[in-house]
């Protein structure tokens, strides 16, 4: 399977970076040398997904560490002020926050050791993506048990291998499946505004020989009602303390229509995105992105100019329709939840 790669390192130690913002159309790498064009990067979204906007920020943080600066400011603080910004970019995926603070908790630490702190952070950020790799491993694992042979399974935006370090999260049963020689197809909803669905999950997997079906998101009800979708997987950006979920704009509409035609709604993600600060999915601040993404794709102006445009990135989906949550600690229900506390 030619699974795509959309992080690394340089040998220089810079971000290498898929531009996700050019699929299908160009398969583009860029070279990032500062925290400034990391923070770029996950604002325009050039990177995206919950695990690997988590993994871009922690190497993001690492490029602050050897950057000489004119200000007179230590290694450390240009850290700090490195770890403010990248923190400030996207406020509804948890994992930005968890990989940002463990990479100051271990700045810190460098610092108080007298090692070196660049190649310290390195290291640490290098561990966030390795960790995430086996994860994804491990969560596909468990979503086999929720894929019989010739599964048909229903997915929302883009979970896979372009938005984590390794087989993503929601595609990750079919990946594994696949791999093991079990038929499996998707079904993918467009994913409007910005087309995550057809640009990229599409994209992603015929380049891995999974079959997949695109469909429009008004389409998805009909789709279900059909009796021919065995299951909807999802991804996750952040899981409060009771299930609820955030995710991608248009994860609600195709819970309810999944409650609706008996088809088990599950979501999939690592213990990373699971928040027990936050008590329930009310509480979770949701992202409202420009306008413009809305008014028009590809430059073209599809709407009146007096029109007022309402885009938030992310709803809410109540943990009382989701059947279960495939996890890098196996397949759990709600009440089960509690074991993932660290």
């Known amino acids: 399977m030619a699974i795509p790669h959309p992080i690394g390192w340089t040998s220089t130690s810079n ?17 990032l040398d500062t925290p400034e064009l ?13 695990p690997l906007i988590g993994i871009a920020a922690a190497m993001g943080v690492s490029l602050a560490a050897r950057e000489n600066g004119n200000s007179g400011e230590t290694p450390l603080a240009r850290v700090e002020a490195a770890c403010r910004l990248i923190r400030a970019t996207r406020p509804t995926a948890v994992n930005l926050m968890w990989a940002v603070d463990r990479m100051w908790r271990s700045a810190e630490a460098l610092a108080r050791s007298g090692a070196d702190l660049h190649s310290g952070l390195v290291e640490e950020a290098d561990r966030i993506w390795q960790e995430d ?31 984590t370090g390794g087989i993503g999260t929601a595609l990750a049963p079919m990946y594994k ?12 909803s467009e994913t409007r505004p910005l087309l995550q669905g057809a640009r990229l999950t599409a994209w992603e997997l015929t380049q891995c020989g999974i079959p997949c079906t695109l469909i429009t998101d008004g389409m998805a009800a009909s789709r279900l009602r059909r009796g021919d979708v065995d299951c909807v997987i999802v991804g996750a950006d952040r899981i409060a303390a009771n299930g609820d979920v955030a995710n991608k704009i248009g994860t609600y ?14 979501v999939a993600a690592p213990r990373t995105t ?30 009146p ?32 939840l509690g074991q993932l506390r660290s």
């Open 133 to 163: 790799r086996a994860m994804c491993d491990r969560i596909g694992e468990a979503g086999l048990a929720v894929l019989g042979d010739n599964a048909t399974v229903a997915t929302h935006c883009n979970a896979g291998a372009l938005a």
């Open 305 to 336: 100019e007096l029109v007022s445009i309402w885009n938030p990135a992310f709803d809410v989906t109540p943990a009382r329709l989701i059947a279960g949550y495939i996890t890098d600690a196996g397949l759990l229900t709600v009440d089960r």
């Open 177 to 188: 499946a696949h791999e093991a020689g079990r038929r499996v197809q998707v079904v993918a």
């Open 38 to 50: 990391v923070a770029e990067a996950i604002r325009v979204l050039r990177v995206r997904g919950a």
């Open 274 to 303: 699971f928040d027990f600060d936050t008590p329930n999915g009310d509480a979770i601040p949701i992202e409202e992105r420009t306008d413009e993404e809305v008014r028009g794709f590809g430059g073209q102006r599809t709407s």
């Open 15 to 31: 971000v290498r970076l898929l531009d996700q913002t050019l699929l299908p159309h160009e398969e583009r790498y860029l070279e």
């Open 253 to 266: 509409a195709l819970a309810l229509a999944a409650q609706a035609h008996g088809v088990p709604f599950y």
